[in-house]
């Protein structure tokens, strides 16, 4: 399997109200083609930080790469011409996001949304697509994050999707074009654990039967253990730990992630 | 991210004054009206001619145009200007103290109440407050003026008794929006008492809106009280008024120009402080609500 | 004689009208539809529920936040809906919120937040040593007192909103999600708080979460509240490890856990094309089973 995304030794420092601080310590993660890789870590871990700087959405300044390299199917998305960078964001590399709420504009269809992101998609990838074609691929995206109704939801306002339903059109949103990374920053946090489950599946299943690469930010080992065969623990700016998820479940190498374990409560209960 | 000991590291006062002190607006702003307030209070002993605060004429030197012996020149009666606009300032200044110093405190009240009770409480408030806001300042100034006698206190009276409503608009809104918050409810499951969470709990999160709506309010105040003296409704001659000045100077247009003219620019400069200063703890304080 | 339980709620109903334009009632939402339990002393009773399920709406009730529109709520015995419910009554119960940020006043010191409850029901004897005492309680230094919320990590405000919630010596605590907002490794040294805390003080929790990973640890009684009513209650070891009512069933198997003996024990749900059902599919179906029963 080759790698399709490689962060390597990236060193990233925010300067605020004067005072620098270093908040990414030479991180270096790679996500192979196909494959389904975990950041985890707490808050204040940095893990945020570097999904911002992977898909090029941190705020500099205040932030500033200090050093490395990112390399997306082999090209430094750092050193590379802004307009290159733009047209792989939400095109070879798209993101799913975390707040079903706010992640949606209140006064649009769903499909007038996910329509706007396929045409300017379209055109940064220089594709030509009508608008019947894209009508055709929206409702395209809308079954394959299996909605039971494409048609109405394209004509449904936010307002009238439950919350795991406004997560799903997040995550058709993501598909649209057709990308061969997907960055889920949290997903299904802000649901309901029976809701939770279902996008987790949800998610699962597309990666597996598109064969995308997955990379997914979250704090929740648990959501980790179900999606992600591959985990990079972080602690404080650093990796602190990684390997394959069962192993370093089962047996954790690290003093950080043997606490981080522990400290989850059973389903089984005290010493369960 | 910080750990949230580096946080506490930097003390508010730094970060606040950090903020503050890379806002040109606020720093442009701030200078601006405490110069002002320095030379108000100071006025006596800074002027060249104190004296001629009063009723005092000295025909040999009337329309003396600017010079180092009268920076802003003379007036129609051979008074010296710069005296009496550094005065003028004074008069200005406390008009907006009074008025706000009024307005506020019952606008705030009301604000409050109207906004955490709701009911019938928020529906007579609310109501009264649309009323008077439809009515514009100036007019019912006017109106005052007219039916009264035309005097300072009078405009002042004027002006604060529709000034409040602004101010229970905005903390109205803000009242609304934190009595749903958690910190109130738990203030309420505690057993606090309805005063405690209205001065002790909501209050506190008003101020910086209070802070910049009243730095802006008093640039507007005194230009309202300047135009009711430009109109002879406000402070009477000799009181060294800024408005009655340009109104005198009007007369002197265009040969004496700086009798008008230099009047005019303070109350102007006097204002735009204001305003700056109250654009800038806007941003400073991170308030969106106000006007 | 049995001694009465702290807590009781019996046939607790909450009903929100709908209103349309001009405030015409166009209908009602059942927000809790007959809610009835009762907390012994010293026990931790833990309401497990999603979003809609009414559980915020019963710990606003006990705390006097909204009324029931039906129903009576007892603390040691005695109500506290009625008129003569006295303040020293209510003061039996408190409450630590969700949301350490948000409970607490951004502009008043920590002391000033907890003093808050020793001056309403008027503390006898020194209350700046109170304060003192009970940051001590809750593992804070005491000089945290001057300190303001956005100075604090958010576990330590969790921490103060637990000091101020006992400042009035209550017998009953209601948590209503009181870790969710914080990571795991905070999560657990607050909730070992919470333990000690009752242990110390023979205090009563009702614990209200959706996490029922984490209540399988702290509660010994859990109620699955869902869609206003109980649907299950009982022992925690015992509904978790035979849940019998088709929802308790979802919501463990959901739980995303992280080890294969807990994988083990979640319940194995059936796929309806292929994915997860809802809960309402659940019933549905299980309705649909119970009739076609009867018919034949």
């Given at each position: 399997?080759?790698?399709?995304?490689?962060?390597?030794?990236?060193?990233?420092?925010?300067?605020?109200?004067?005072?620098?601080?270093?908040?990414?310590?030479?991180?270096?993660?790679?996500?192979?083609?196909?494959?389904?890789?975990?950041?985890?870590?707490?808050?204040?871990?940095?893990?945020?930080?570097?999904?911002?700087?992977?898909?090029?959405?941190?705020?500099?300044?205040?932030?500033?790469?200090?050093?490395?390299?990112?390399?997306?199917?082999?090209?430094?998305?750092?050193?590379?011409?802004?307009?290159?960078?733009?047209?792989?964001?939400?095109?070879?590399?798209?993101?799913?996001?975390?707040?079903?709420?706010?992640?949606?504009?209140?006064?649009?269809?769903?499909?007038?949304?996910?329509?706007?992101?396929?045409?300017?998609?379209?055109?940064?990838?220089?594709?030509?697509?009508?608008?019947?074609?894209?009508?055709?691929?929206?409702?395209?995206?809308?079954?394959?994050?299996?909605?039971?109704?494409?048609?109405?939801?394209?004509?449904?306002?936010?307002?009238?999707?439950?919350?795991?339903?406004?997560?799903?059109?997040?995550?058709?949103?993501?598909?649209?074009?057709?990308?061969?990374?997907?960055?889920?920053?949290?997903?299904?946090?802000?649901?309901?654990?029976?809701?939770?489950?279902?996008?987790?599946?949800?998610?699962?299943?597309?990666?597996?039967?598109?064969?995308?690469?997955?990379?997914?930010?979250?704090?929740?080992?648990?959501?980790?253990?179900?999606?992600?065969?591959?985990?990079?623990?972080?602690?404080?700016?650093?990796?602190?730990?990684?390997?394959?998820?069962?192993?370093?479940?089962?047996?954790?190498?690290?003093?950080?992630?043997?606490?981080?374990?522990?400290?989850?409560?059973?389903?089984?209960?005290?010493?369960? | 991210?910080?750990?949230?000991?580096?946080?506490?590291?930097?003390?508010?006062?730094?970060?606040?004054?950090?903020?503050?002190?890379?806002?040109?607006?606020?720093?442009?702003?701030?200078?601006?009206?405490?110069?002002?307030?320095?030379?108000?209070?100071?006025?006596?002993?800074?002027?060249?001619?104190?004296?001629?605060?009063?009723?005092?004429?000295?025909?040999?030197?009337?329309?003396?145009?600017?010079?180092?012996?009268?920076?802003?020149?003379?007036?129609?009666?051979?008074?010296?200007?710069?005296?009496?606009?550094?005065?003028?300032?004074?008069?200005?200044?406390?008009?907006?103290?009074?008025?706000?110093?009024?307005?506020?405190?019952?606008?705030?009240?009301?604000?409050?109440?109207?906004?955490?009770?709701?009911?019938?409480?928020?529906?007579?408030?609310?109501?009264?407050?649309?009323?008077?806001?439809?009515?514009?300042?100036?007019?019912?100034?006017?109106?005052?003026?007219?039916?009264?006698?035309?005097?300072?206190?009078?405009?002042?009276?004027?002006?604060?008794?529709?000034?409040?409503?602004?101010?229970?608009?905005?903390?109205?809104?803000?009242?609304?929006?934190?009595?749903?918050?958690?910190?109130?409810?738990?203030?309420?499951?505690?057993?606090?008492?309805?005063?405690?969470?209205?001065?002790?709990?909501?209050?506190?999160?008003?101020?910086?809106?209070?802070?910049?709506?009243?730095?802006?309010?008093?640039?507007?105040?005194?230009?309202?009280?300047?135009?009711?003296?430009?109109?002879?409704?406000?402070?009477?001659?000799?009181?060294?008024?800024?408005?009655?000045?340009?109104?005198?100077?009007?007369?002197?247009?265009?040969?004496?120009?700086?009798?008008?003219?230099?009047?005019?620019?303070?109350?102007?400069?006097?204002?735009?402080?204001?305003?700056?200063?109250?654009?800038?703890?806007?941003?400073?304080?991170?308030?969106?609500?106000?006007? | 004689?049995?001694?009465?339980?702290?807590?009781?709620?019996?046939?607790?109903?909450?009903?929100?009208?709908?209103?349309?334009?001009?405030?015409?009632?166009?209908?009602?939402?059942?927000?809790?539809?007959?809610?009835?339990?009762?907390?012994?002393?010293?026990?931790?009773?833990?309401?497990?529920?999603?979003?809609?399920?009414?559980?915020?709406?019963?710990?606003?009730?006990?705390?006097?936040?909204?009324?029931?529109?039906?129903?009576?709520?007892?603390?040691?015995?005695?109500?506290?809906?009625?008129?003569?419910?006295?303040?020293?009554?209510?003061?039996?119960?408190?409450?630590?919120?969700?949301?350490?940020?948000?409970?607490?006043?951004?502009?008043?010191?920590?002391?000033?937040?907890?003093?808050?409850?020793?001056?309403?029901?008027?503390f006898p004897g020194n209350r700046q040593r109170r304060v003192a005492a009970l940051l001590e309680m809750v593992q804070l230094p005491r000089h945290f007192a001057e300190r303001y919320p956005h100075e604090l990590s958010g576990g330590q405000k969790q921490r103060v909103a637990i000091a101020r919630a006992l400042a009035v010596e209550p017998r009953l605590l209601v948590l209503d999600e009181p870790t969710s907002a914080l990571d795991v490794s905070v999560q657990a040294r607050i909730i070992e708080l919470l333990e000690d805390l009752g242990g110390e003080l023979g205090l009563t929790y009702l614990f209200i979460s959706h996490d029922l990973s984490l209540m399988r640890n702290f509660a010994q009684?859990?109620?699955?509240?869902?869609?206003g009513r109980i649907v299950e209650t009982g022992a925690v070891a015992q509904v978790f490890g035979a849940p019998q009512h088709d929802y308790t069933r979802l919501l463990l198997a959901s739980v995303p856990v992280i080890s294969a003996e807990e994988e083990a024990m979640r319940p194995a749900i059936p796929l309806i094309n292929g994915e997860i059902p809802t809960a309402e599919d659940l019933l549905a179906l299980r309705q649909q089973a119970r009739s076609k029963e009867r018919q034949a």
């Amino acid at each position: 399997m080759s790698v399709l995304l490689s962060v390597e030794g990236l060193s990233v420092s925010f300067t605020t109200y004067g005072r620098r601080s270093q908040v990414l310590h030479d991180v270096s993660l790679a996500v192979p083609e196909g494959a389904q890789i975990a950041l985890v870590g707490e808050s204040g871990s940095g893990k945020s930080v570097t999904m911002k700087t992977i898909m090029g959405i941190l705020p500099v300044p205040p932030a500033k790469v200090e050093g490395g390299r990112i390399l997306f199917a082999g090209r430094d998305l750092l050193t590379m011409p802004e307009r290159d960078r733009l047209r792989l964001r939400g095109t070879a590399m798209s993101m799913v996001f975390q707040d079903p709420m706010s992640s949606l504009n209140p006064v649009f269809t769903i499909q007038d949304q996910l329509g706007t992101i396929l045409k300017y998609a379209d055109r940064r990838l220089g594709r030509d697509r009508d608008r019947r074609g894209r009508r055709v691929r929206i409702l395209e995206v809308l079954a394959q994050v299996r909605m039971r109704d494409p048609e109405r939801v394209a004509r449904s306002f936010p307002i009238m999707l439950s919350g795991g339903m406004r997560q799903r059109i997040l995550i058709a949103m993501a598909l649209l074009s057709e990308p061969r990374l997907l960055i889920a920053d949290e997903p299904g946090t802000a649901l309901d654990v029976t809701t939770q489950a279902q996008i987790l599946k949800l998610l699962k299943d597309l990666v597996t039967e598109n064969g995308l690469a997955l990379l997914m930010i979250t704090h929740n080992l648990g959501v980790v253990r179900q999606t992600c065969g591959y985990t990079y623990v972080m602690n404080r700016g650093r990796i602190v730990e990684h390997g394959a998820t069962q192993a370093i479940f089962e047996a954790p190498a690290e003093d950080y992630t043997r606490n981080l374990i522990a400290a989850v409560p059973r389903l089984t209960g005290r010493n369960g | 991210m910080r750990t949230d000991a580096e946080q506490h590291a930097l003390s508010n006062a730094w970060q606040n004054w950090f903020r503050f002190s890379r806002n040109p607006t606020a720093v442009i702003g701030a200078v601006i009206v405490v110069v002002c307030v320095l030379l108000a209070i100071l006025a006596p002993y800074i002027t060249p001619y104190p004296d001629h605060v009063g009723a005092v004429v000295d025909f040999r030197n009337r329309h003396q145009p600017p010079s180092a012996a009268h920076w802003f020149g003379t007036d129609n009666v051979g008074r010296d200007i710069f005296t009496r606009v550094i005065f003028g300032l004074r008069i200005s200044l406390i008009l907006a103290v009074v008025v706000l110093g009024v307005a506020i405190p019952i606008g705030v009240i009301l604000g409050l109440l109207a906004g955490y009770f709701g009911g019938w409480v928020e529906t007579v408030i609310m109501r009264i407050t649309d009323i008077a806001l439809a009515i514009p300042p100036l007019v019912m100034a006017l109106a005052v003026a007219a039916v009264l006698s035309p005097s300072l206190v009078n405009s002042m009276l004027a002006i604060a008794l529709l000034w409040w409503t602004w101010h229970t608009r905005l903390i109205y809104s803000i009242t609304r929006q934190l009595r749903t918050q958690e910190f109130v409810e738990a203030a309420e499951t505690l057993g606090a008492s309805r005063r405690h969470i209205l001065f002790r709990e909501i209050l506190p999160n008003c101020v910086s809106a209070i802070a910049v709506k009243t730095s802006l309010d008093a640039g507007f105040v005194i230009l309202i009280g300047a135009a009711l003296s430009f109109l002879g409704l406000g402070i009477q001659p000799p009181t060294p008024d800024l408005g009655t000045m340009v109104a005198q100077g009007a007369s002197f247009l265009p040969d004496y120009w700086w009798q008008s003219l230099l009047p005019g620019s303070a109350i102007l400069i006097l204002a735009l402080g204001f305003n700056l200063l109250g654009d800038g703890l806007r941003d400073l304080f991170d308030v969106e609500d106000v006007r | 004689m049995t001694a009465s339980p702290v807590l009781e709620l019996r046939d607790l109903h909450k009903v929100f009208p709908l209103r349309g334009t001009f405030g015409r009632v166009r209908g009602e939402v059942r927000a809790v539809d007959g809610v009835s339990l009762s907390i012994p002393k010293g026990q931790v009773y833990g309401l497990a529920g999603e979003s809609g399920s009414g559980k915020s709406t019963i710990a606003r009730m006990i705390m006097g936040l909204t009324r029931p529109t039906g129903g009576d709520i007892l603390l040691d015995g005695v109500s506290i809906l009625g008129r003569q419910a006295s303040l020293a009554h209510r003061r039996k119960v408190q409450m630590v919120f969700q949301n350490p940020g948000a409970s607490l006043n951004p502009r008043r010191t920590v002391g000033q937040s907890i003093r808050v409850p020793l001056d309403a029901h008027g503390f006898p004897g020194n209350r700046q040593r109170r304060v003192a005492a009970l940051l001590e309680m809750v593992q804070l230094p005491r000089h945290f007192a001057e300190r303001y919320p956005h100075e604090l990590s958010g576990g330590q405000k969790q921490r103060v909103a637990i000091a101020r919630a006992l400042a009035v010596e209550p017998r009953l605590l209601v948590l209503d999600e009181p870790t969710s907002a914080l990571d795991v490794s905070v999560q657990a040294r607050i909730i070992e708080l919470l333990e000690d805390l009752g242990g110390e003080l023979g205090l009563t929790y009702l614990f209200i979460s959706h996490d029922l990973s984490l209540m399988r640890n702290f509660a010994q009684t859990v109620g699955v509240l869902y869609r206003g009513r109980i649907v299950e209650t009982g022992a925690v070891a015992q509904v978790f490890g035979a849940p019998q009512h088709d929802y308790t069933r979802l919501l463990l198997a959901s739980v995303p856990v992280i080890s294969a003996e807990e994988e083990a024990m979640r319940p194995a749900i059936p796929l309806i094309n292929g994915e997860i059902p809802t809960a309402e599919d659940l019933l549905a179906l299980r309705q649909q089973a119970r009739s076609k029963e009867r018919q034949a």
